[in-house]
Structures are given as C-alpha cells and as structure tokens.
C-alpha cells in the first residue's frame, strides 16, 4: 500500500557528512511522522533519529544528539537526515518507516511505532 525508499547512503570517512533522503508514496495514506532507524552487523536494530509533523517533536538517539539533525516535508511524505561529524560506530544500514496510524502521542522510538518501511541504505564510516 505504502512504498518508502531511502537513498543517499554511501562510504564515507571519518567526521564527515552525508545526508539521507527518504519519500513514501502510495494512493493514498496518512503521515503522521516519519523516523529513522539502522542496524549494524551483529547488532539489535536502534532508533536514531524521528519527527512528528504536528507537535515539532523530533527526538533522538543520545548517541547521534548534536550531530544528526532531522527534517522534512510533509506535503512531499519526505523525510532528510543530515549527518555531520560521522564515527565508524555510525557504520550500519539506515531504515527510514512511516507511521500512518495516529494519534501522534507515542514517543516514536520504537519499531512497532511505525506501520511501513524501506529496504535501508548502507552507510558506511572508514576510520
């Protein structure tokens, strides 16, 4: 019903920068917030970073606090994650997912928040 791509990711050394896209598409379907997530080899999938269009709430991960920043378009079901200063530790698989239900109350840093995915874009951080 809902398709949601990411793109942007790539190899990157580290303390620089990238900035992942992503858009959710379908005929029709709300959009109350939209976040992502990454898992890195071995690892739990983890929440980084969200936003909730109505509210101006976007919480995000201590471990990417003051480094990633969030943003979007609603009208566009786009959402942006500009990451500056990247670590190794940031190396994993970016999921973007969209959450179509409301209300918008939950705190958004959980999977079972959202109700649609992507396929996740690489990044990775050489030291």
């Known amino acids: 019903q809902v398709q949601v791509e990411e793109s942007g990711g790539g190899l990157v050394q580290t303390g620089g920068s990238l900035r992942l896209s992503c858009a959710a598409s379908g005929r029709t379907f709300s959009n109350y917030a939209m976040g992502w997530f990454r898992q890195a080899p071995g690892k739990e999938r983890e929440f980084v970073a969200a936003?909730?269009?109505?509210?101006?709430?976007?919480p995000y991960a201590d471990s990417v606090k003051g480094r990633f920043t969030v943003s979007g378009d609603n009208a566009k079901n786009t959402v942006y994650l500009q990451m500056n200063s990247l670590k190794p530790e940031d190396t994993a698989v970016y999921y973007c997912a969209v959450r179509s239900r409301g209300p918008t109350s939950t705190a958004l840093v959980r999977g079972s928040d959202y109700d649609y995915w992507g396929q996740g874009t690489q990044v990775t951080v050489s030291s």
């Open positions: 936003i909730r269009w109505s509210g101006g709430y976007t």
